[in-house]
């Protein structure tokens, strides 16, 4: 079998038995095509020692823990699927091991910040303005993961009890609650939306059934138009645009949750984490700012 045809039958694998993303399927085809790439086409029959080879210049390149980590799970789980499906009598992957990973505390936006935010989103009433503002609404109001935000259904909102049904990860569904501003923002923001459909006849059949519609391929805003429209927010705000992102948000919608008295079980569930020691480390990021806050602010840590 050819390497192409190979990775083609594991990422439909992968899509129809694991309900992997459309985003980790796109980064296992990545992967996977610079590993074919790497081995001039003959990925598939490779043996154990060319597979080292590959991930030495990996890690000679500089890639991030994390990054190489991904790759040698996609590497890994390929060479699985060629060995039960036959394509292959071994597995040349199985005893590979990938680089030790630190677990980094995630960034964070303080209460401050985010009320920045919304101040500047506020200050514009066009339309552009009123779908930025909903979109930080629900995202700060629900934590939700950017694909989940921008791929919204214009039915968003519509729940009798006020709450969105998210399909997560791994196709795992989760029930969020929105506030009142949330809601309100839906509404606004709907009441001009049809201004942004696009013009062309097919790429408003793709948009008509997304919260915010798009010309892309996919109907909807990407996740990358988004990123960009936060960190230009960001700058309106005052703020510092690197350190402004819809993951951040994230983040902050989880510790902000648990500074204010949210159990961590509850947070998870919100978050769509399959395993709470994901959630856990929110509670790390609480204990390095309690010890900041003692070393600066008890009356005994000063000199």
């Not at 350190?243 to 994230?250: A, D, E, G, K, N």
């Not at 769509?272 to 609480?286: C, E, K, P």
Request: one cysteine or more.
């Amino acid at each position: 079998m050819r390497d192409g045809a190979a990775i083609d039958a594991f990422l439909e694998m992968m899509s129809a038995e694991r309900a992997a993303s459309a985003n980790t399927l796109a980064a296992y085809r990545r992967d996977l095509t610079d590993v074919s790439a790497m081995m001039r086409g003959k990925a598939t029959t490779a043996k154990t020692p060319a597979i080292e080879t590959v991930l030495s210049r990996f890690a000679a390149s500089g890639l991030a823990a994390s990054t190489a980590a991904r790759k040698l799970s996609a590497i890994k789980q390929f060479y699985k699927f060629l060995q039960i499906e036959d394509v292959r009598p071994d597995n040349p992957a199985m005893n590979l091991r990938g680089p030790k990973q630190g677990r980094p505390l995630p960034k964070i936006m303080s209460e401050d910040d985010v009320d920045a935010l919304f101040a500047a989103a506020q200050a514009d009433g066009s339309p552009k303005g009123l779908r930025v503002l909903c979109q930080l609404e629900i995202l700060y109001a629900a934590g939700l993961r950017v694909s989940e935000l921008v791929s919204l259904s214009v039915r968003a909102g519509a729940r009798r009890d006020g709450c969105l049904l998210i399909k997560g990860k791994g196709g795992r569904e989760r029930i969020v609650p929105l506030t009142g501003a949330a809601l309100e923002a839906i509404t606004a923001w709907k009441a001009v939306r049809a201004q942004t459909l696009p013009a062309e006849e097919a790429a408003a059949a793709r948009a008509q059934n997304f919260l915010f519609p798009s010309r892309s391929k996919l109907g909807h805003m990407t996740r990358e138009r988004f990123a960009q429209t936060l960190k230009d927010l960001a700058i309106k705000a005052g703020l510092v645009p690197s350190q402004v992102s819809p993951h951040v948000l994230r983040h902050a919608f989880a510790t902000h949750l648990l500074a204010r008295g949210a159990d961590l079980r509850s947070v998870q569930k919100l978050l769509g984490h399959a395993d709470i020691s994901t959630t856990q480390i929110y509670t790390h990021v609480l204990d390095e700012r309690l010890k900041a806050l003692v070393l600066t602010a008890h009356p005994l840590a000063k000199p």
